[in-house]
């Protein structure tokens, strides 16, 4: 891709990036990968307790220091495609939104497909919400969903079965670049596209729905989007979910649901995690805290 159409700050990191990261061959290397990259890494352990529900889903919690009366909280969805990636990938990001905003966040470790389709990691993400709910520290009224691509669908998907269901209500859906289409994976290949292309587009829905209905379990697919809770929708113009996310703001809207997008010009997918320290990742990461504070403020 022509390098003067990448956002300046990620010329350099978009040189090297590839343009296609998981593949169903490489999916079992990227696993080991990611796990022997936790191993080395425990000082990005130090701010978080790590519990294990009695259903088996695994929860990274951040606490802000000296809150004992019932405050807002984040039930944080990690990335990846539904196949891979971990919460531990985003410490750094929830221990951020904990500190700066004076929150809990509950970063979910849900199952991953192939081996655990549609519905089970919705349902480890519902059951994540439902205890972050439940917790003596947490206002119930007051808890927001977000994540980021795979994670940010699951987001979706999780303020619709929540709004189903009736048990929690959600009050604000953070969506950072949200994999919400797997529609997505038809349309011509594009060169601007990094980390993220069709070809792993296609292989991670595939592998998240089985055989499932997509028109269940995708959240673009789903025809009633009234009542859910006021959303912020995230993503860079280099990204293969750029159209789909608009669209899908579109409809919310449509709907009657608030939602604010944000779009990051010459941004590809991921490009905050690649590359955290740059000052358009900051900038990203700073939109997100304040949205979600003014969110907060506004409740009741």
């Avoid at 221990?95 to 655990?116: C, D, M």
Wanted: with cysteine; glycine share 8%.
């Amino acid at each position: 891709m022509p390098n003067s159409d990448v956002h300046p700050d990620l010329r350099r990191i978009a040189r090297i990036a590839p343009r296609q990261i998981v593949s169903p061959r490489s999916l079992s290397t990227i696993r080991v990968l990611t796990k022997l990259r936790e191993r080395r890494n425990p000082a990005a352990s130090r701010h978080a307790e790590v519990i294990t529900l009695g259903s088996g889903v695994g929860i990274r919690l951040f606490r802000p220091p000296g809150v004992t009366d019932p405050a807002p909280a984040l039930l944080w969805i990690h990335g990846g495609g539904y196949v891979m990636g971990s919460p531990q990938q985003d410490d750094r990001v929830c221990h951020g939104f904990s500190t700066r905003l004076g929150i809990t966040v509950a970063a979910v470790k849900y199952r991953l497909a192939p081996e655990h389709p549609y519905p089970t990691p919705l349902e480890d993400c519902y059951a994540a919400l439902t205890w972050l709910a439940g917790l003596p520290a947490v206002d119930r009224t007051r808890v927001a969903i977000g994540g980021a691509s795979a994670g940010g669908g699951l987001a979706a998907a999780l303020a619709l079965l929540a709004r189903d269901r009736g048990e929690v209500a959600p009050f604000f859906q953070l969506l950072a670049y949200p994999m919400l289409d797997d529609r997505s994976s038809l349309t011509a290949e594009n060169p601007a596209y990094r980390l993220w292309n069709t070809r792993s587009n296609q292989f991670g829905w595939s592998a998240y729905l089985g055989d499932t209905d997509p028109r269940v379990a995708v959240p673009a697919r789903r025809d009633d989007l009234a009542g859910l809770a006021p959303a912020w929708i995230g993503v860079g113009t280099h990204d293969l979910f750029h159209d789909e996310d608009l669209v899908y703001a579109e409809r919310l809207r449509a709907a009657g649901v608030p939602c604010v997008v944000e779009t990051i010009p010459g941004a590809f997918h991921g490009f905050d995690l690649v590359a955290p320290k740059v000052q358009v990742s900051q900038r990203f990461f700073d939109s997100q805290c304040d949205v979600l504070r003014e969110a907060l403020a506004a409740a009741p």
